[in-house]
């Protein structure tokens, strides 16, 4: 199966960086503005020829390049207050991957907004607990704990049963999917921009690329669509960036967080 997901985080009004989401200039660099967010959905939809879909129509439909998936992480109260009405207006509906330990503090869903979100149509589903810095190097009984308590945590707020999730902080490894699929997760996003999806334990894994500050709607809507190039440069770069982050360790965080508080 081949599918593009394109991942976005919180959509916020300008000046307003730290009203959804995490704060800090290390997620800042991947929130857009209102004005913006709106710009990339009328491009992403001039582009396409059929609407996006979620996860859940994976299994009912050909899914094909031109159906792409929106995904949205971290669980920012945006999500409630601006995203989802904009996915609406044009008959779409996103995923919206919600950190449990955040659910009801300030920036946040609250658990009613949650239900609200699921109840007009969009998908919920586990960002973690805790939003781990490098989720790969957690031992297994943190993954495990990651999942099985961001699941059931959803799973009650909803009082349905929640098996989709998103691996935080773009540090993906095998024992993240198994511990995932253990968890009862069907289908897991991570960060690696690719179009080929696999299986672990019963688990799709699917990669999603990355829209942060600056991508412009016509970019968006290249990857969107399906386009070579924009995909390609992307998973140059994020190959790259794994490299070093893997060389880097716990460094490479340290010093990206000090760089970018600058």
Not at 84 to 91: D, N, P, Q, S, W
Not at 238 to 262: D, E, P, Q
């Amino acid at each position: 199966m081949r599918a593009i997901s394109l991942l976005y985080h919180d959509v916020v009004l300008p000046g307003r960086l730290s009203s959804s989401g995490f704060p800090g200039g290390d997620a800042d660099i991947y929130k857009l503005t209102l004005p913006d967010f709106e710009r990339h959905l009328d491009a992403i939809r001039s582009a396409l020829p059929k609407p996006a879909i979620i996860a859940s129509e994976l299994g009912d439909i050909d899914i094909s390049h031109t159906r792409p998936l929106l995904t949205f992480d971290d669980g920012g109260v945006s999500a409630h207050q601006y995203v989802a009405r904009l996915l609406e207006t044009v008959g779409w509906r996103g995923h919206f991957f919600v950190t449990t330990n955040w659910i009801g503090k300030e920036g946040f869903l609250s658990p009613a907004q949650i239900r609200d979100l699921h109840a007009r149509g969009h998908s919920i589903g586990s960002h973690s607990c805790s939003h781990p810095a490098r989720m790969s190097y957690c031992s297994r009984e943190q993954l495990r704990r990651e999942w099985t308590e961001s699941i059931a945590v959803l799973s009650d707020i909803l009082g349905t049963t929640v098996d989709v999730a998103s691996v935080p902080g773009g540090y993906y490894g095998r024992n993240v999917a198994e511990e995932a699929a253990d968890a009862g997760i069907k289908t897991l996003f991570n960060s690696e921009p690719r179009t080929q999806a696999h299986v672990v334990n019963g688990c799709w894994i699917l990669g999603r690329y990355t829209i942060k500050d600056g991508v412009t709607p016509g970019t968006a809507a290249a990857m969107a669509s399906g386009r070579f190039l924009p995909r390609f440069q992307q998973f140059a770069y994020w190959n790259t960036k794994k490299l070093l982050k893997t060389a880097g360790g716990s460094s490479w965080i340290r010093m990206r967080k000090w760089v970018l508080a600058r």
